[in-house]
């Protein structure tokens, strides 16, 4: 199952060679034991080092214990709320494995957010680690009206049920259930422009497709490779990085549960000493900000491949972890619908700033507002072709039909192409921010802004930092009686961070006396972008 031609058109799952009947479990776990790779290393966490046969005996644990002592059915959602532990990857491909859907979720967001989605989805059952079970549990259980039961990696209280304790009593052989590689696999939930998050449906087959074209068709990743990503498993870029990716060919990856802060990133890569290296552009602006007190450098000396993507990499920063660190970062872009990356450079040919050339066996196109096709070095709306894609956002029939045309799915970014087909980053189709990789609506900051006592409008924009990063910049009216003042501007921080998830909070707060609107009171965010440009200089 490779693909052994360079194409410049999309490539199905059939012509990939997956069959009609495909379990991707059975092809990520299984399969490696069967080539004779059991006894090598899977996963490194830590002191913890899990071989392949290990991994296919905790997942067929893990997916019987799911099946014959929770109940779980075929297509029955199953939520991940898991930090990035072995469990995950046992949780993960034991649903599938009977059949069942998993959800990787988020693990920055806040219980509001967690009910919606266990709501939207119905999911039946739970698998948390236990650091985040508070957040289940500052719901109030009547709220939940589908979910049963709630697992916990770790300790776990009374109304709970133990994952440990539950697969020590499971068999560690299940056979695969006889799905095709067009039912529904995984879930992965993808922000949407006002707040509401939307299920991107992922079949069986769509990793395959990630992992033939870019993994192994751009990235070369073979069984001697070693991935650590800073990207979570629950992005669907972390997804590809720390699991699939090596799995596809028997790699190691390297799981770290922690905050990703640059002392514990550097700390990782100089104890595992990985070879492709995952991160986003704000994750390399802090690595690049931190220096060692006394002594060398950090040692990366390990690493063949860096990797970018979540939000376009400046070129500086490209050029300056290059000259510090002697590692090229390949920058791409990926979407939660389409799985992972499907534009990207390629090693040897980076182009610093733009985001490379179309992955073989994807399809790109940019197009006006009338969908024409733009001349070469106009900017256009960009639509890509691949068998990846999604098959639709649950319970968002409206929504699929406007953003997936047919083979076709609008990205929502602007794009223009260059003469040797590099593709250059211009924006977003709406107003949408990417903040540190991940996606962030303006108008949930603005709604939490306005519940403050002191905030009668609000209008969020994104404004570059200093290593050229986007990050949210908010303009306050206040309501008669209260006066801006530094003070208050930290408080509305604060006020942010504890209501949604800490990356939202506007990194900048600038009072205003009125917002720029339209005839019919609509902001123009424009006017705001404007002005965030005029604060920035």
């Not at 012509?15 to 991707?24: D, V, W, Y």
Request: proline share 6%; charged share 25%; with cysteine.
């Amino acid at each position: 199952m490779t693909l052994d031609v360079v194409t410049n058109r999309a490539i199905s799952a059939a012509e990939l060679g997956i069959p009609e009947q495909f379990n991707a479990a059975s092809y990520y776990v299984d399969r490696n034991v069967q080539e004779g790779r059991g006894g090598k290393v899977a996963i490194e966490a830590g002191d913890e080092r899990i071989t392949y046969q290990q991994v296919l005996e905790r997942v067929n644990q893990t997916g019987s214990l799911l099946r014959d002592a929770l109940g779980v059915r075929r297509e029955e959602r199953v939520l991940l709320l898991l930090l990035d532990t072995p469990e995950f990857a046992y949780s993960f491909f034991g649903a599938m494995k009977i059949g069942a859907v998993p959800i990787p979720t988020n693990t920055l967001l806040k219980p509001a957010d967690y009910q919606y989605i266990l709501n939207d989805s119905r999911a039946g059952v739970a698998i948390v680690s236990e650091a985040l079970l508070p957040q289940l549990q500052a719901i109030p259980r009547e709220q939940l009206r589908f979910l049963r039961e709630v697992v916990v990696v770790g300790n776990a209280p009374a109304g709970t049920r133990s994952l440990s304790e539950l697969m020590q009593v499971q068999p560690t052989t299940l056979e695969a259930a006889e799905t095709s590689r067009d039912d529904a696999a995984f879930w992965l939930y993808s922000s949407g422009s006002t707040g509401f998050p939307k299920g991107c449906v992922h079949l069986h087959h769509d990793m395959v497709i990630c992992s033939e074209l870019y993994a192994k068709g751009i990235l070369r990743i073979s069984a001697q490779d070693r991935t650590f990503s800073v990207a979570k498993l629950f992005f669907a870029y972390g997804l590809g990085n720390g699991l699939y990716f090596p799995f596809a060919v028997g790699a190691t990856t390297i799981l770290w549960a922690g905050p990703p802060t640059p002392p514990n990133i550097y700390a990782v890569v100089e104890r595992h000493r990985p070879t492709l290296f995952f991160s986003v552009p704000t994750s390399y602006a802090m690595l690049l900000a931190h220096q060692r007190e006394g002594g060398p450098d950090f040692d990366l000396s390990s690493v063949r491949q860096g990797v970018s993507a979540g939000e376009a990499l400046p070129a500086a920063l490209f050029q300056r972890f290059k000259e510090r660190f002697g590692v090229e970062i390949l920058d791409g872009i990926g979407s939660t619908e389409i799985l992972h990356i499907f534009i990207s450079n390629r090693a040897g040919a980076v182009r610093p700033g733009s985001s490379g050339q179309i992955v073989p066996g994807y399809e790109a196109k940019l197009v006006d507002e009338e969908n024409r096709p733009v001349p070469q070095g106009e900017i256009g709306n960009l639509l890509i072709k691949g068998d990846s894609t999604c098959a639709y956002y649950w319970n968002k029939h409206e929504k699929t039909k406007d953003t997936i045309e047919g083979h076709w799915i609008r990205t929502g970014d602007k794009y223009y192409q260059d003469a040797d087909g590099y593709f250059w980053y211009a924006g977003r189709s709406d107003d949408m921010l990417k903040v540190g990789g991940i996606w962030v609506s303006p108008v949930e900051i603005e709604n939490t802004l306005i519940e403050h006592p002191a905030v009668q409008e609000a209008g969020v924009v994104g404004r570059a930092d200093q290593d050229g990063l986007i990050k949210p910049m908010a303009f306050v009216v206040l309501r008669p009686g209260h006066q801006g003042s530094p003070e208050l501007a930290r408080e509305l921080q604060k006020f942010v961070r504890g209501r949604i998830a800490e990356y939202k909070r506007p990194r900048w707060v600038e009072f205003v006396a009125e917002l720029p609107k339209t005839a019919t009171g609509k902001t123009q965010r424009f006017k705001l972008r404007e002005l965030a440009t005029l604060e920035t200089r």
